[in-house]
């Protein structure tokens, strides 16, 4: 005779925390049984298969959910569209959190839609499109996002679907952003912000809409005091979900102190309450070039961007800003070191700086066509020679000037004449 299956997931709940392992083998031999006629059986499959799935998950099995996903398809068709859209949706979504890289996440994921568009389930369709686009933005499949994007976002506009609509056009402003292409980025996350206002917003995506925001403040307007702001909202709103995205926020934050020349409040912030519990490789990676920032030291930015490099340059957003960075200190110790002279040697200013000839050639000249001093490079001795600062003369402005003013005069004059005749 076989067990009561509700015991069975009773039993399975209990050893979970003990023994995840006899757990998972319980919960295998209860999906795997066939419960046709049986309504309480139905619902005890059901339930276990998100039990089964949520342990594949913890317990980073990826391979065993993918097929978990692919074997549950033939159960849903027992229970009702609403539940099994609710089910499939969030095997899939538990699948693609994992952020595994099996390399078959896109594979199941267009199955899936097959799937749902075979069924006619509009809605999982459009779910689990948008987790698409998503996935298609992490592996850098940038024009198939866009190409699906703008599908569904069609779609989704005549549908009324708004919590979606958010999502998709968040995602859009996204891949906007990676392709460099900053006024569609900003305008689809204007839309998506607009949307979003006529909706309850979930914790999560209130908090990646702030993130966006900051992101393209920082990026397209150098307002990094704005999007300190916004990054400080998104840091807040992941932290009341103990999202692991906490910390990306949290590290945008003290970029955007770095960048406002602002170093200072970098360790403030994180004794901080809330970003205590977020001390690790990612705050130390961001206190040192904090503090290479603050000393204005080169060599302590090169060595920390060495020490930390998985930390600062897996981030595109952060060595982006940081490259930028590295240009604003290059070009502060290289004023510092050629200030006491009129006529000095490219090689001992390359020298002094520890960097390359041609390197330290190649910014001297981008330094003098910006007019970061006056100066010329004698390429042939290898000199640099930097003139005094002229004084400007005003005679010029100031003439113009007048003449300006006198023909407002002889106006004036004309017209009062014009009157009296």
């Known amino acids: 005779m076989e067990p009561d299956p509700s015991e069975v997931l009773e039993k399975a709940s209990s050893a979970s925390l003990l023994n995840p392992e006899q757990a998972i083998v319980m919960l295998e031999t209860l999906v795997k049984r066939d419960y046709e006629n049986d309504e309480a059986g139905t619902r005890c499959k059901e339930q276990a298969i998100m039990d089964l799935g949520q342990l594949y998950s913890k317990h980073d099995k990826a391979t065993s959910l993918a097929e978990l996903i692919k074997f549950s398809r033939s159960f849903l068709s027992m229970i009702s569209k609403a539940k099994a859209a609710k089910l499939v949706k ?12 099996t390399g078959s996440e896109v594979e199941l994921c267009k199955e899936c839609i097959e799937w749902a568009k075979e069924e006619k389930r509009t809605f999982l369709r459009q779910a689990l499109e948008c987790r698409l686009i998503a996935l298609y933005y992490d ?132 004794s901080g309450k809330l970003a205590l519990k977020y001390m690790g490789k990612d705050a130390e990676a961001m ?38 960075l590295y240009d604003k200190l290059l070009e502060g110790n290289l004023l510092r070191i050629i200030e006491p002279y009129s006529r000095v040697q490219v090689p001992h200013v390359a020298k002094l700086i520890d960097l390359d000839k041609e390197l330290v050639e190649k910014k001297l000249s981008q330094m003098i066509l910006d007019k970061r001093f006056h100066g010329i490079l004698d390429q042939g001795d290898g000199v640099l020679i930097i003139f005094d600062e002229t004084p400007k003369d005003k005679t010029y402005e100031s003439a113009i000037e007048t003449i300006h003013s006198m023909g407002k005069v002889v106006d004036s004059l004309y017209g009062k004449v014009k009157k009296l005749t």
């Open 90 to 101: 969030a095997l899939v979504d538990l699948f693609l959190d994992m952020e595994a890289a």
């Open 287 to 324: 206190k040192s070039v904090a503090k290479a920032s603050k000393e204005r030291s080169l060599a302590d930015f090169k060595k920390a961007l060495q020490i930390h490099k998985a930390e600062l340059e897996n981030d595109h957003i952060i060595k982006a800003h940081l490259e930028s």
């Open 139 to 270: 592996l850098g499949q940038y024009q198939q996002a866009l190409k699906l994007g703008s599908s569904l976002l069609y779609e989704l506009k005549k549908l009324d679907d708004k919590a979606l609509l958010v999502e998709v056009q968040l995602i859009e402003s996204k891949v906007y952003h990676s392709l460099g292409n900053l006024p569609k980025a900003k305008a689809a996350l204007t839309s998506a912000r607009t949307t979003a206002n006529g909706i309850y917003c979930p914790p999560k995506l209130q908090a990646s809409l702030d993130l966006q925001s900051g992101i393209l403040h920082a990026a397209a307007d150098r307002d990094f005091k704005t999007a300190f702001s916004y990054f400080y909202e998104a840091f807040e709103g992941y932290d009341s979900i103990d999202s692991p995205k906490a910390i990306v926020s949290l590290k945008y934050m003290l970029l955007a102190k770095i960048m406002l020349e602002q170093a200072d409040e970098v360790t403030q912030i994180m």
